[in-house]
C-alpha cells in the first residue's frame, strides 16, 4: 500500500517535496500540513524514512473523515465573491465516504499502473 502521508522538507531552496514521494500533494491537511502522496512499493533501490506513515484505504478514510470533522467538506467549490450566505451545502458523511473511497482506488489505481 504505497499510499503515503508526508510532509514537505526543508532546502537551501525552501520547502521541497522529499524526493521519495511520486504523485504528492493531495489531501492537504491544514492541521497539520501533511498531504497524500505515492510511494513506490518495494523493493526499492533508495531511502525512505522508518517513520513514513503508509495509508490503508481505511487509514485514508480515517484522515479524510477527520478532516472533514474539523472544517467540513462542500458539495461545490466555494468562491466567496460569488456564494450568497445559504449557497454552500455541505457534504455528509456518506457522501465524504463515498468520495474519499472512490478517490482511493482511484489514485491507487492509476500509480500503480505507472510503476
Do not use: C
Amino acid at each position: 500500500m504505497p499510499v503515503i502521508e508526508y510532509k514537505l522538507i526543508k532546502t537551501k531552496e525552501g520547502n521541497e517535496v522529499p524526493p521519495y514521494v511520486k504523485n504528492g500533494g493531495n489531501w492537504r491537511n491544514p492541521e497539520d500540513h501533511s498531504m497524500v502522496g505515492w510511494l513506490d512499493p518495494e523493493p526499492r533501490k533508495y531511502w525512505v524514512p522508518d517513520t513514513l506513515v503508509e495509508l490503508s484505504a481505511e487509514d485514508f478514510l480515517q484522515r479524510g473523515m477527520d478532516m472533514h470533522s474539523a472544517n467540513p467538506f462542500t458539495n461545490t467549490p466555494v468562491d466567496p465573491s460569488v456564494d450568497s450566505e445559504g449557497s454552500i451545502t455541505y457534504m455528509d458523511s456518506a457522501e465524504v465516504t463515498d468520495m474519499l473511497n472512490s478517490w482511493y482506488l482511484q489514485f491507487k489505481s492509476d500509480n500503480t499502473e505507472n510503476t
